[in-house]
């Protein structure tokens, strides 16, 4: 099986998943260009929201393994993301970093 990226992935994937890559498939092979825009908008208008919504219950997963006592490392690897990731979505940040704390960038003069 294949990852949105088209990469294979390690843990068995399930079925559901592979529909759902095979719609999308489906709707970037499509001829009618006037119907292919029409459902892309479709899709990205949906998505927006579906994305804030998987994201949250990713995170509940994360805060709930972590409340375990489930390492970092255990929960990347099974995640299929970096440990920092990981500490990023436990932290409730996503994106490119503009709701992170920003860094001191003050020096004391000694």
């Known amino acids: 099986m294949r990852t949105a990226d088209g990469e294979s992935e390690g843990p068995v994937e399930r079925e559901e998943v592979q529909r759902v890559f095979d719609g999308l498939d489906a709707v970037e092979s499509m001829e009618d260009s006037l119907e292919k825009a ?53 932290r409730g940040y996503s994106g490119s970093g503009k709701n992170r704390p920003k860094k001191s960038t003050e020096t004391s003069a000694d």
């Open 38 to 90: 029409q459902i892309i908008s479709r899709l990205l208008r949906d998505q927006t929201e579906r994305t804030k919504r998987l994201k949250a219950h990713r995170r509940r997963i994360v805060l709930h393994l972590r409340s375990q006592k489930v390492t970092y490392r255990e929960i990347a690897e099974n995640l299929g993301v970096s440990i920092g990731t990981v500490q990023d979505i436990e």
